[in-house]
């Protein structure tokens, strides 16, 4: 058979790529599997010497130094306030104070009081004020405790004759004070108790004065330098925080002052009155129980009401059950009348709060602060109420049944309230 001729020695194969230089050497075969979505080829170090190819993202470690450093941060705000919590309630009375008295002390300045003089004044004038009522007080305390010492023995025999002819008993007094030598050991016990505790007492009277004299000193600053103390809160912020600041600080002692106010006057038309209607009953120590009307009913809040009232009648019902019930009637005719006449004209722009917001305040004030946060809850929340309306948009409420309004008061209302 013949042969088909090949070709010459040292040509390249017909069916060879034309760019492939016939001496070229077979390239090598890959080191590894193709490399995968998340790394270089074959899964070795990356350019930074970590296996797999997973690198840190640079924003990482910064941001666990800044949530440490937050953390640590708000621990030692939680410790700074535990430790500064009774400097910061002083300081929050004192702001109180100031707030309360500065109306007063720039009236006094407009008229060329020196402001230190007019704060003096002031503070002097609510001193003698606090003193007369704790004096009034006491005194009426310590006279009603000599009567009851000196009508002990006649008390005990009303109530033995009262226990025996009620229950059918044979009680005397001979057979009362066979045991009380028991109750007169117990209560030797318990002065011993006391007596062995005076440190502790006298630590705390002491504490109480300290901290009094840190409101009185702190108050007098706030309000006989209230200017160059606003100036000097004011150089620290820009022109539009300044007016925000400064507006602020108003509201907060229209409120405040006009709240202290308006109550001095119901307390002193409340004091006027209830001593006309004891003087006129005949209850005994009727000046100093109208003191107590007066201040107790309007300035403790909720409450104030009913225990103010309760005192006077208690002390009329020694005298005669007739005398305590005209004068239980003329209290609640009185309370009444200030409800629905006296309180909405003079507190109206003082003071516009619902009562079951006022009594939440007055809560939530008792549970922060104690009887502190009580005197302090009303005006606080006065204040609030006053930045809200300044500075939160109200909206038109549309028609709907659930906020229909109540019909209008009837024509003998109208006349009472516009007479």
Known sequence: MPQTPGPPPGDPPADAPADIPPDAQP???????????GGPAGGGPDADGRPGGQRMPPWLPKAFALA?????????????LQRLRELLLLLLISLFLAFAIEPAVNWLARRGWRRGLATGAMFVVVGVLLAGFVGGIGSLLATQAAHLIDGFPGYVQDVIGWVNSTFGTNLSQRTLFQRLPTV??????????????????????????????????FSFYLSAEGPQFRRTVCSLLPPHRQREVLRAWEIAVDKTGGYIYSRGLLALISGIAHYAAMAGLGVPYAATLALWVGVVSQFIPAIGTYLAGAVPVLIALTASPATALWLLLFILGYQQLENYLLQPRITAKTLDMHPAVAFGLILAGAAVAGPVGVLLAIPLGASLQAFASAYVRRYDVEEHPLTKPDAPAGRWWRWMRRN
Not at 27 to 37: F, I, K, L, S, V
Not at 68 to 80: C, D, K
């Open 184 to 217: 007169t050991d117990t209560l030797s016990r318990h002065i011993t108790d006391l007596a062995g505790n005076v440190w502790g007492v006298g630590t705390t009277a002491f504490g109480v004065v300290f901290n009094a004299l840190g409101v009185l000193l």
């Open 27 to 37: 390239a090598a075969p890959p080191a590894g599997p193709p490399a995968g979505p």
């Open 68 to 80: 440490g450093a937050t953390v640590l941060a708000f621990l030692a705000g939680l410790w700074l």
